[in-house]
């Protein structure tokens, strides 16, 4: 309940509210059609209870699939050698409509090592947008932090994440 009341107090003064960080299954009854857009679509299994759930309530829900562009094993997101076979395989749910993907890069010493990373989550994001038959006109691609968000828009970013350089000096 303090959810709901959260979420009305939120959505009533016109806010949209996106869903950013890992979703677990059990979480899905809180998120599914009411946040404008899930960050972090990893699993065939979290696209089919999404898109389960999406049914029941009659809505499309828009996701960013996440990829896990550094193939590291302790983030979570679709290995980039996988991502054409997943867009394939979750394209079958009629309630989740994929907006476009999101990435955080590793841990980077400097600019250079981040915009490798940048680079190969651009060119993974236009070859999906190329390839794939779809009415989105505005694709989101989601990559760059605090440390990061210049380089990451200088690589196509259209949308950063940059919460700690808004609050720390």
């Known amino acids: 309940q303090e959810f709901r009341d959260k979420y009305e107090a939120i959505t009533a003064t016109g806010a949209r509210m996106d869903f950013i960080g890992h979703l677990q299954t059990n ?3 809180y998120v599914a059609g009411r946040a404008g857009l899930i960050h972090s679509l990893d699993s065939v299994r979290l696209a089919s209870e999404i898109d389960e759930r999406c049914k029941k309530l009659g809505v499309t829900q828009d996701v960013l ?3 896990n562009i550094g193939d590291e ?3 979570t997101g679709i290995s980039k050698e996988r991502i054409s076979e997943f867009l394939d395989e979750i394209s079958t749910f009629s309630s989740i409509k994929v907006r476009g993907m999101m990435t955080m890069a590793p841990k980077c010493e400097n600019n250079h090592e981040f915009r490798k990373y940048f680079k ?3 060119a993974i994001f236009l070859d999906f947008f190329a390839k794939k038959s779809h009415n989105i006109r505005e ?4 990559m760059g932090m605090s ?3 210049r380089v990451a828009i ?3 970013s259209t949308l950063v994440r940059v919460g700690r350089r808004l609050f720390i000096k």
């Open 120 to 122: 190969e989550s651009y």
């Open 27 to 29: 979480k899905i009854k």
């Open 65 to 67: 699939v996440e990829i």
């Open 154 to 156: 200088e690589e196509g």
């Open 73 to 75: 094993e302790s983030k």
């Open 147 to 149: 440390d990061s968000y």
């Open 139 to 142: 694709a989101v691609l989601s």
